[in-house]
């Protein structure tokens, strides 16, 4: 099964009408925009959509709005490079298919109108793309705050589908964790491996802040070090209550902890605040990318599950 099939694998109720709403919207033109946490699986719905469509022979572009705006711009319009040849931009590229612009709440503000003119005139340019967006933010209260375009907000109007949490989904956690491990076994050519019921209670008790990413690397650790089934003693994990780093609380109920603690909470918040884009969190805590850097590989080395886990 392949990994996109994987993470849109569920038996929630509202999981299975979003996914029915992807299959709706598959079959028309209508533009998209995919919201929910990191990740959640927006990227595999959006090439659900893509496949499920009339598009599907043809190709699916991704813009990752977060990347420097140069190389947004250059990958939206095109370049010329050194020698004189021109790159055509993703929009000609995948003329016939679909673009996801994902993290498109990360995008240059005067880009962002930019894009919207660009968009609103393909059917001049003979262009025809369907248009997919994701985003781990609310835009409407961004477009509240000016922070974003509402122009840019209501192109994407006629549908917007929302994944929910994977701490959300219950028993999903289970079935999926089951998926990931059998994923890790074809992999490496290893045996089937079982879930154990004390496995499951762990499972169950985090806080999946980093949802089926976090969660698909977590069973894939536990498995490499399991024989015969995997069960709680395979994770290094303590579950949720184990993650908050607090050691008091003083009389106006702040939890106090350590300087170190304290410093690894507000880079862990600025990432997620982000959607994991470094050079904008960086300029959040108020330090350089490399020293963000350099901090991000201490923790990882440290075995901190957000970090290892980290993109």
């Known amino acids: 099964m392949l990994k996109s099939a994987q993470e849109l694998t569920g038996n929630h109720p509202k ?101 919207y003119t660009i968009l609103q005139e393909l059917p001049d340019y003979e262009l025809d793309v369907r248009v997919l967006a994701t985003t781990t933010k609310n835009l409407s209260k961004l477009v509240g705050a000016g922070k974003f375009s509402r122009a840019l907000l209501t192109y994407f109007g006629g549908a917007q589908i929302h994944l929910m949490p994977l701490r959300e989904r219950g028993t999903d956690v289970e079935l999926l964790a089951d998926l990931f491990i059998q994923e890790w076994c074809q992999e490496t050519g290893s045996q089937s491996l079982g879930l154990a019921a004390d496995a499951c209670a762990r499972l169950n008790d985090q806080a999946w802040n980093g949802n089926l990413t976090e969660l698909r690397q977590t069973v894939r650790n536990a498995a490499t070090v399991a024989e015969g089934v995997v069960n709680a003693a395979c994770f290094q994990t303590e579950g949720k209550r184990a993650e908050g780093f607090t050691l008091e609380t003083d009389e106006d109920g702040v939890k106090l902890m350590s300087l170190k603690d304290a410093e690894k909470l507000l880079i862990k918040k600025a990432l997620v605040f982000t959607s994991e884009n470094r050079t904008q969190a960086a300029k959040i805590l108020g330090v350089s990318i490399r020293t963000l850097r350099n901090k991000i590989n201490e923790y990882r080395s440290e075995g901190s599950q957000y970090f290892v886990n980290l993109r």
């Open 15 to 115: 999981f299975k009408k979003s996914l029915e709403t992807a299959r709706n919207v598959a079959v028309t033109k209508t533009p998209v925009l995919i919201s929910g946490e990191p990740g959640c699986g927006k990227r595999s719905l959006g090439n659900y959509i893509h496949t499920h469509s009339v598009r599907k022979s043809a190709s699916l572009e991704i813009v990752d709005c977060s990347a420097d705006i140069a190389e947004v711009e250059r990958r939206v319009l095109g370049f010329r490079e050194a020698d004189g040849r021109f790159q055509r931009g993703v929009l000609e590229v995948a003329n016939g298919g679909t673009v996801i612009f994902a993290h498109i709440d990360a995008l240059d503000d005067n880009f962002q109108k930019r894009l």
